[in-house]
């Protein structure tokens, strides 16, 4: 099994829909990064979490420690989030990566 | 724009080639991690530096090695190249270890 894993793998939606990624680690962490990578390759920090939830535009992430559980939410989905999306834990001087969730949003 | 900066953009060698792939972090960032990126692997952390000393290692080959100068950027070296080994490399900066990470643009290696 996976130290990560991130779900669903590939994600389809019309413009407008509201978006739900997870990611379930097995590691302890003292912190989890969302990053985003669009198909030119380059990759973004969204998030960085220890507790709770954060919100930054459209985007809002949570984690729930206990559960080792955390969720990326997209409201009011657009084209231009297109993009994979990569959850990575933090614990122990060591960070691990899911495997990635692509979303392709359609106009 | 993050911030950090990754030269070359594009590097191709041959097999049991050395590179040195560099990195400049973002302004007052003292951490600089480096990652891998390939496509049977997905992306995995390599090392990390804090203010000129090794912080943590990941899944570092043998035939790696990386280190942080004064100035703060870094270098990460690969010698004996493989096939294997053409993947993108990323660096990133942060304050310190529980800070939002950033990402430069990445060196995409090919090992021919």
């Known amino acids: 099994k996976n130290e990560v894993e991130q779900s669903p793998q590939n994600l389809t939606a019309q413009e407008g829909e509201f978006i739900t990624i997870n990611c379930s680690y097995s590691v302890g962490i003292s912190a989890l990064h969302w990053l985003q990578q669009h198909p030119g390759g380059g990759i973004v920090s969204l998030f960085m979490l220890s507790s709770g939830k954060k919100k930054h535009g459209r985007l809002i992430a949570t984690i729930n420690i206990q559960e080792k559980h955390s969720s990326l939410h997209i409201t009011a989905s657009h084209p231009r989030d297109s993009a994979v999306y990569i959850c990575a834990p933090y614990g122990n001087n060591d960070m691990r990566f899911g495997a990635g969730t692509r979303l392709t949003v359609k106009p | 724009d993050s911030g950090v900066t990754q030269t070359p953009k594009h590097l191709i060698t041959a097999t049991g080639q050395r590179v040195t792939l560099r990195c400049s972090p973002r302004?007052?960032?003292?951490?600089v991690y480096w990652y891998q990126q390939s496509l049977d692997q997905g992306l995995q952390f390599l090392i990390q530096y804090y203010n000129g000393e090794e912080r943590a290692k990941g899944n570092i080959l043998e035939r790696f090695s990386a280190q942080q100068f004064p100035d703060l950027h870094s270098e990460l070296n690969l010698s004996s190249l493989e096939l294997g080994d053409s993947a993108l490399y990323f660096c990133?900066?942060?304050?310190?270890?529980?800070?939002?990470?950033?990402f430069g643009n990445g060196t995409r290696l090919t090992v021919t």
């Open positions: 990133a900066s942060s304050v310190d270890h529980s800070r939002t990470l950033h």
């Open positions: 302004s007052g960032d003292l951490s």
